[in-house]
């Protein structure tokens, strides 16, 4: 795919906020987990394709 992220946005503080919010769409509970893999596939991606940025 040589998908290369540019922009970044850290929800770390407030993932469990976000997690909450996305728990409250009854009915969906089949995207919760999905929501919360991909969220951590961002991160992945992010840490390896960042060519070493920590920002």
């Not at 946005?9 to 919760?32: F, N, P, R, S, Y």
């Amino acid at each position: 795919m040589e998908w290369k992220p540019d922009t970044f946005l850290d929800i770390t503080e407030v993932w469990e906020e976000k997690k909450a919010a996305i728990e409250c769409m009854q009915g969906q509970e089949h995207l919760w987990k999905f929501y919360e893999n991909l969220a951590e596939n961002r991160g992945n991606h992010f840490r390896r394709n960042s060519g070493g940025q920590n920002c």
